[in-house]
């Protein structure tokens, strides 16, 4: 029976449930109840009417009306284009003059805003013909105008849409972000030199005010001066320091040095003594990553070839094929880490200075809907280039050839010096250079005498009569041959009759030497000494053409001679 009875204090349970809910909804009905805008029982009764000439339909004609009121500095005009929910009446009237006029300094002097790109309608809508945002057709209620850094802590200032009762809605700066306003002012607001700037010399010429047209190339030439400086210190400690790697290393290093230091020293001048327009602050920050990161980059780029030379130097000395292919490999892979390391420090710098100048979210949009051209493009224009550095790494990690190898490349004897990012430098025995392009390198056949090993088989030819000896001259061969310090492997030493004429046989002298410089000197020596011994012990075995006056010939052998002698006698003389 008690159960039965319960079910009364269950039904008004739940409706109560439902009544609470309800009045929940209607309570955050302020920011819930339309996705168009903010519903706000009223907006800045302290600072009374808003004026005819503040615009604040839309984004854009509300920033602009706010630029235009500060610029002639009719800041209690320009403070109805912030929602000072948060203030009581009083303080509305109290600090809304000050609150614009600082806002008005930190959009100046922190990011430059481009009132164009804001939106023109009253919904904010996302507008995108191309059709690649996906959130094209989506009404705003808020939108950020900039993003600011302080203390490495991020403060967003952005556009809200109000709506009081049954009016227009406005568009107006949020609540939060006018709390930032002190703590950004702080960071970006004037400096305590532009105190002492005389009033008429702070108004607006161009982009810049009138004192920074004289400031800003003062300013340069100061810190050109300082960067001299450490350049010139740098120039001094290279004499001073002892001939070595550090001599060589803080010669080499002067100049992306000096670019550190400016690029510091002028990153605190603009935060602890001076600060300049947007517009100028802007394109100094850009400039002043790029620099930072290119002579980070160029300095140990600058340490990875000095220790590339004193590698080259103690461990591979001159560079040719003679020391052993492990030193040589990693002289090569040393060539591969400095195109890494370029490799590396261009793209990082690259992501780095887009991502601190927020050009992803502007340009993002624009290069899908260009990809197509894009890609064009690049495969037109950047394939030589593309290839010869892809083709480089392949070199560099496959290894068919290393630095110091010696390589027959159309025809020419040359050693492999260096392989960069898009040529190879060769040098020729008689110490020319050549420049290859890495892909014509690549597309040709060539041949590496320093592959496996750096001995190798030499031959040298002899065109001799046929009366000539071959036993005598293979022995005299064996002899001069291991007179050669170079010959190496003597039991490969060979000598045989390979062709021969109507005239002349062809004699080949085969001998294995050390290395293929050394085994040409050996070839020509060799040669040079069975020369001699022909001409001096045996100049018979010359090749010759021959006109028979007489049957006695050597050639004929001793027999057939004494056979035509006789027959010669009995018919008579011969004519010639």
């Known amino acids: 029976m008690k159960a039965n009875n319960s079910w009364p204090a269950w039904l008004m349970l739940v409706v109560?449930?439902?009544?609470?809910?309800?009045?929940a909804a209607q309570t955050q009905g302020g920011e819930s109840e339309d996705s168009r805008w903010f519903t706000v029982d009223s907006i800045?009764?302290?600072?009374?009417?808003?004026?005819?000439?503040?615009?604040?339909?839309?984004?854009?004609?509300?920033?602009?009306?706010?630029?235009?009121?500060?610029?002639?500095e009719e800041y209690e005009k320009a403070a109805h284009m912030l929602n000072l929910l948060e203030f009581s009446d009083d303080e509305q009237r109290e600090k809304g003059h000050d609150l614009a006029r600082q806002l008005?300094?930190?959009?100046?002097?922190?990011?430059?805003?481009?009132?164009?790109?804001?939106?023109?309608?009253?919904?904010a809508v996302i507008e995108d013909p191309s059709g690649q945002n996906p959130r094209v057709g989506e009404t705003r209620r808020?939108?950020?105008?900039?993003?600011?850094?302080?203390?490495?802590?991020?403060?967003?200032?952005?556009?809200?849409?109000?709506?009081?009762?049954?009016?227009?809605?406005?568009?107006?700066?949020?609540?939060?972000?006018?709390?930032?306003?002190?703590?950004?002012?702080?960071?970006?607001?004037?400096?305590?030199?532009?105190?002492?700037?005389?009033?008429?010399?702070?108004?607006?010429?161009?982009m810049l005010r009138i004192w920074e047209w004289v400031a800003i190339p003062i300013f340069l030439l100061f810190v050109?001066?300082?960067?001299?400086?450490?350049?010139?210190?740098?120039?001094?400690?290279?004499?001073?320091?002892?001939?070595?790697?550090?001599?060589?290393?803080?010669?080499?290093?002067?100049?992306?040095?000096?670019?550190?230091?400016?690029?510091?020293?002028?990153?605190?001048?603009?935060?602890y003594v001076v600060s300049f327009s947007a517009v100028a602050t802007t394109t100094f920050r850009v400039l002043?990553?790029?620099?930072?990161?290119?002579?980070?980059?160029?300095?140990?780029?600058?340490?990875?070839?000095?220790?590339?030379?004193?590698?080259?130097?103690?461990?591979?000395?001159?560079?040719?094929?003679?020391?052993?292919?492990?030193?040589?490999?990693?002289l090569t892979s040393l060539y591969a880490l400095r195109r890494i390391i370029i490799l590396v420090a261009v793209t990082g710098v690259s992501v780095y200075i887009l991502g601190q100048v927020q050009l992803f979210e502007t340009l993002g949009l624009s290069i899908l809907a260009s990809a197509s051209v894009l890609a064009v493009l690049v495969g037109v224009a950047g394939q030589a280039v593309l290839g010869n550095i892809l083709s480089s790494f392949q070199l560099s990690f496959a290894k068919p050839i290393r630095i110091g190898d010696l390589v027959i490349f159309e025809n020419q004897w040359c050693y492999v010096e260096g392989i960069f990012y898009t040529y190879i430098r060769l040098r020729t025995w008689d110490e020319r250079r050549l420049i290859v392009p890495v892909t014509y390198f690549t597309s040709k056949p060539f041949q590496n005498l320093s592959v496996k090993s750096i001995k190798m088989y030499r031959y040298l030819e002899l065109t001799l009569h046929l009366s000539a000896d071959v036993g005598?001259?293979?022995?005299?061969?064996?002899?001069?041959?291991?007179?050669?310090?170079?010959?190496i492997e003597h039991?490969?030493?060979?000598?045989?009759?390979?062709?021969?004429?109507?005239?002349?046989?062809?004699?080949?002298?085969?001998?294995?030497?050390?290395?293929?410089?050394?085994g040409w000197t050996a070839e020509m020596n060799v040669r040079e000494k069975l020369m001699a011994f022909i001409r001096d012990q045996h100049p018979e075995w010359w090749p010759r053409e021959v006109m028979v006056i007489s049957h006695q010939d050597v050639a004929r052998g001793k027999r057939q001679s004494q056979r035509s002698e006789g027959a010669d006698n009995a018919e008579g003389e011969p004519s010639e």
């Not at 550090?246 to 400016?262: D, E, K």
């Not at 461990?315 to 094929?321: F, Q």
């Open 104 to 123: 008005a300094e930190i959009i100046q002097r922190g990011e430059r805003i481009s009132v164009d790109n804001l939106s023109g309608r009253e919904d």
């Open 142 to 206: 808020n939108i950020e105008l900039a993003s600011l850094q302080v203390r490495g802590e991020t403060y967003d200032i952005r556009l809200g849409r109000y709506r009081v009762g049954d009016d227009d809605p406005v568009w107006l700066i949020m609540p939060i972000s006018v709390s930032y306003i002190p703590t950004l002012y702080e960071q970006y607001g004037p400096s305590m030199l532009e105190q002492y700037i005389p009033e008429r010399l702070q108004s607006s010429f161009g």
């Open 44 to 72: 800045n009764t302290g600072l009374g009417e808003a004026p005819e000439d503040a615009n604040r339909v839309t984004p854009r004609e509300s920033v602009r009306s706010f630029l235009d009121l500060t610029e002639k």
């Open 288 to 330: 002043l990553i790029g620099i930072l990161a290119w002579g980070a980059g160029t300095i140990a780029l600058r340490f990875v070839d000095t220790l590339m030379l004193r590698m080259t130097r103690r461990l591979v000395g001159e560079i040719d094929d003679t020391k052993p292919k492990d030193e040589r490999k990693l």
């Open 491 to 518: 039991h490969k030493l060979l000598c045989y009759v390979t062709a021969q004429t109507a005239t002349a046989q062809i004699v080949t002298c085969y001998l294995m030497t050390s290395d293929p410089m050394a």
């Open 224 to 271: 050109g001066l300082v960067g001299w400086g450490v350049h010139r210190l740098f120039d001094l400690m290279s004499k001073w320091l002892p001939t070595g790697a550090f001599r060589l290393f803080a010669g080499q290093i002067g100049m992306p040095a000096a670019l550190i230091v400016m690029s510091l020293f002028t990153q605190m001048v603009l935060n």
């Open 16 to 23: 109560a449930l439902t009544f609470s809910s309800l009045c």
């Open 472 to 487: 005598l001259l293979r022995d005299k061969f064996l002899e001069f041959a291991k007179q050669e310090d170079n010959v």
